[in-house]
């Protein structure tokens, strides 16, 4: 006669040593100073893309893409690496003010709540952070350095010749403001009066905004905008370099769309030679 077999306790194996891993901090990676610190290990850092820590919790997609860094991050640990692998939450945007609008509920309240209930999802699949590292976008202490890039970006141009940016003061033209990486320009955006924000164009569903559902329209404003464009041959050129598959590549290639124009010869009735037309593409980004 067999016996059945027992299911596995996964609920009391895994508690364990996850506790273990908390207590231990086995995934923590010194800084120069702190007790542990080996300057001769080679280092590897790998970053997942923060989540936007919605009430609603982890769905399957987060933890598909988490668990392949995570395998990653063990297997180089496993060779002798230091690796840094942290953890952080996405948690301005739109969705949260439009739940605090709803509810009359502070934005702080609901994303401190959400935030907790994310990151005690991702400690019970047990996925190896450093959580002493744990960055939170809302916190004053990471955005004070987005609004320091920006500003390094704001006060840079692109100089072809050195191929790099550099500071705005090394430009010898008449109008400097004219390079500035990030500049204010009068462009065509999607507009949202019930959300009161600009959407990107993937945030537009047939002529409604995806997180509402409210009517969007064509309008010119007046807004910050990148010169993304100045890197667009550097871009191309250096994608060779990088260990990604063709694919991939091939993507981004279309993405950053080099034209260098084309030559197209029209027949008119009773002219012999029209000439050509050439069309070609500008603008920025």
């Known amino acids: 006669m067999s016996e059945r077999r027992k299911p596995y306790p996964f609920d009391r194996f895994e508690s364990k040593w996850q506790r273990l891993w908390d207590e231990r901090q086995l995934f923590h990676v010194p800084n120069p100073g702190e007790a542990g610190f080996d300057p001769t290990k080679p280092k590897f850092y790998i970053l997942d893309m923060f989540p936007y820590p919605s009430g609603a919790g982890l769905h399957v997609g987060h933890p598909e893409g988490y668990t392949a860094t995570d395998i990653i991050a063990r297997y180089k640990r496993m060779r002798g690496f230091s690796v840094l692998h942290p953890m952080g939450w996405d948690a301005f945007g739109l969705p949260a003010e439009q739940y605090a609008i709803k509810t009359g509920q502070h934005p702080a309240i609901t994303t401190r709540e959400n935030v907790a209930k994310f990151k005690s999802q991702l400690k019970r699949i047990g996925f190896s952070y450093d959580w002493q590292r744990e960055l939170n976008t809302t916190d004053p202490r990471y955005y004070k350095w987005t609004q320091w890039i920006f500003l390094q970006i704001y006060n840079s141009w692109f100089n072809p010749e050195t191929n790099k940016a550099e500071p705005v003061s090394t430009y010898r033209g008449k109008d400097p403001d004219s390079v500035r990486l990030a500049y204010v320009a009068d ?26 559902g409210f009517p969007v329209v064509r309008r010119p404003m007046r807004q910050w905008m990148l010169r993304i464009t100045a890197y667009a041959e550097r871009l191309i050129n250096e994608l060779e370099r990088l260990d990604w598959p063709e694919g991939i590549k091939l993507l981004q290639r279309n993405w950053i769309g080099r034209s260098e124009g084309a030559e197209i010869r029209f027949s008119v009735a009773g002219v012999a030679d029209p000439g050509a037309a050439s069309p070609s593409r500008t603008g920025e980004s």
């Open 187 to 212: 462009v065509p955006v999607n507009w949202c009066p019930e959300l009161g924000t600009v959407l990107a164009n993937e945030e537009v569903i047939d002529g409604k905004s995806e997180i509402g």
